[in-house]
């Protein structure tokens, strides 16, 4: 079935780490998103990338990176500058970048510190 | 800046009962994108719904309906005939129609519980 994996599906960073999460989707979607979710509040975009090498900074992005070296693979890189970490973290895709496409998302990665 | 309001953090509905869900949103475009996603506990987002601005229909899914009010800037959701499995966190986003790099704005969610 197509769709979109994350994994792991539970993560812990430690003080001073950098985690990465994993995103692939094998919908042969162009797009590719991360969010953010805190408890209160809605998905907020931290990266996004329209095609392979290329990606854009969302709201959030400070203390993130990403790479898009593959069609199907979007890694999120929380580095120790992310101070407040801790969150449910949301990958999705869409066929292609224009805003009629639905976004597709994965089942999250859940994020804490030890 | 798009901004998009769910002034209900949370509802309730009996089974097979009607609940609508309420958003407003801001913006000074004239053509747009509306969204409804729901977020059950397994925690995956799932499209609901679809509105385009520049159709005046509303758009129906089965049991899902939306009143879509261009002018009042609103865009609520009613589930009929609400069933266990409707449980969820429900969130209603916005996205002006573009030729790319638009990004979706969410709400920030309504839960709706299904009393038995």
């Known amino acids: 079935d197509g769709g979109i994996t994350q994994s792991p599906k539970y993560l812990f960073r430690k003080e001073g780490q950098n985690v990465t999460l994993s995103c692939e989707q094998n919908?042969?979607?162009?797009?590719m998103y991360w969010y953010r979710q805190d408890p209160g509040q809605g998905l907020r975009l931290i990266y996004y990338?329209?095609?392979?090498?290329?990606?854009q900074k969302g709201d959030i992005a400070e203390g993130y990176s990403v790479s898009r070296e593959k069609k199907e693979s979007f890694p999120l890189t929380v580095t120790s500058a992310q101070k407040n970490p801790t969150a449910f973290y949301l990958c999705?895709?869409?066929?292609?970048?224009?805003?009629?496409?639905?976004?597709?998302f994965g089942d999250g990665t859940r994020l804490s510190i030890l | 800046a798009q901004t998009v309001t769910q002034s209900q953090p949370e509802m309730s509905v009996q089974e097979a009962e009607t609940v609508t869900l309420s958003c407003t949103y801001d913006t000074s475009e004239s053509d747009y994108y509306l969204f409804w996603y729901k977020q059950p506990p397994s925690r995956q987002m799932i499209l609901v719904i679809r509105q385009e601005a520049y159709k005046q229909q509303n758009a129906t899914e089965n049991r899902f309906s939306v009143n879509f009010q261009k002018a009042a800037k609103s865009f609520s959701l009613k589930i009929s005939d609400s069933q266990l499995g409707d449980a969820a966190m429900y969130f209603c986003a916005y996205v002006r129609s573009n030729f790319g790099n638009e990004k979706l704005t969410f709400g920030t969610g309504t839960r709706l519980t299904i009393i038995p």
């Open positions: 919908l042969n979607h162009d797009a």
């Open positions: 999705a895709s869409s066929m292609t970048g224009l805003s009629n496409q639905p976004q597709h």
């Open positions: 990338s329209q095609i392979v090498n290329d990606f």
